[in-house]
């Protein structure tokens, strides 16, 4: 079979009759094509001499299709419509390459990653995160995502076992006296009690002051701000206990029995898994430094080490 190419004036010939053909107005096609309206005219009866069929009828109006004209605009116009999906459908696998999908609370997008973005873009400077934000208690189902963060008692087969949760009250360097003279406001996380995860089922006497919030987030951020004392999950709040904007209230941290752990949906994507990866060793790092800084938080006396 002869080449198509071979039966076109020029390789721009079917992309200049197409939109001139769609717009019947040369001008417009002109426009749309960045080139001049003369431009178009000349291409278009230059089109026109290499098939020896007339494609256009042109008039004061713009420039209507003849019955040849039409015919070759439907079977262009069809084949421009296949082409367009096909190469949008390539550009979506391409994309899907570059790109990690992450379901996680807010709180670890704010307080965990955003304090070490520099490091995932160097790290992985071709791949971009996209988001599925949990405000609240992390849970829900998990879908159109590559990996998901969640919390279990009992985790699954396929969880990735980041770390034993532990956590601790914190606040900001202002109020620390304050804080463990038990004078300082508490700031809770809303639906979950501050003695819900205390082995010593001590609580402590909310003051008239204290904060209440939907999104753990907000909790984290209030602490910073020296509006009270936070129970701080040490996962989260890592960034801010080693450079000293939190301080821990007490040396008596919690271990939980819930075990923070990176579900990984997509099992083809590498890339999914380098993430999940990066992720494990800057929290096993993050662990390290605490533990420097607060021995009382270390990996050996909490008990929290990630695993690979």
């Known amino acids: 079979m002869e080449s198509l190419r071979r039966k076109l004036p020029s390789t721009s010939s079917l992309f200049i009759f197409e939109a001139a053909a769609r717009h019947q107005n040369f001008s417009r096609a002109a426009d749309e094509l960045n ?9 278009v009866h230059a089109f026109e ?67 070490r973005i520099s490091g995932f ?54 109020i620390l006296d304050a804080a463990r003279m038990g004078q ?33 987030s907000i909790v984290v951020q209030a602490a910073l701000s020296g509006q009270g004392v936070a129970t701080g999950w040490i996962n989260i709040v890592a960034h801010w206990l080693q450079n000293g904007l939190l301080l821990p209230v007490c040396a008596a941290p919690v271990t939980l029995t819930e075990r923070f752990c990176c579900l990984q949906v997509t099992q083809s994507a590498p890339q999914a898994k380098a993430v999940a990866d990066w992720i494990a060793v800057e929290m096993h790092k993050d662990l390290e430094a605490i533990g420097r800084k607060y021995p009382h938080l270390s990996i050996e006396h909490m008990g929290v080490a990630p695993q690979a």
Request: glycine share 6%; aromatic share 8%; net charge negative.
């Open 35 to 43: 080139v001049t309206q003369p431009a178009i005219s000349r291409a």
């Open 49 to 115: 001499e290499y098939l020896g069929q007339s494609l256009f009828t042109r008039s004061r109006n713009g420039a209507s299709l003849t019955p040849q004209g039409e015919r070759l605009a439907q079977v262009v116009g069809r084949a421009f419509r296949d082409i367009s999906v096909e190469l949008d459908s390539l550009t979506r696998l391409r994309d899907t390459d570059r790109v990690v999908t992450l379901s996680v609370s807010t709180a670890f997008v704010a307080h965990w990653l955003m304090p």
């Open 121 to 174: 873009r160097a790290a992985f400077p071709q791949l971009e995160l996209r988001f599925q934000l949990i405000a609240g208690p992390v849970s829900g189902p998990i879908d159109g995502v590559d990996l998901a963060m969640r919390y279990y008692e009992h985790p699954p087969e396929d969880a990735r076992v980041l770390l034993r949760e532990g956590c601790i009250d914190i606040c900001a360097t202002s």
């Open 184 to 216: 300082a406001p508490r700031v809770y996380l809303e639906g979950i009690a501050d003695t819900a995860h205390r082995d010593d089922g001590h609580a402590e006497a909310a003051s008239s002051h204290s904060l209440s919030f939907a999104d753990y």
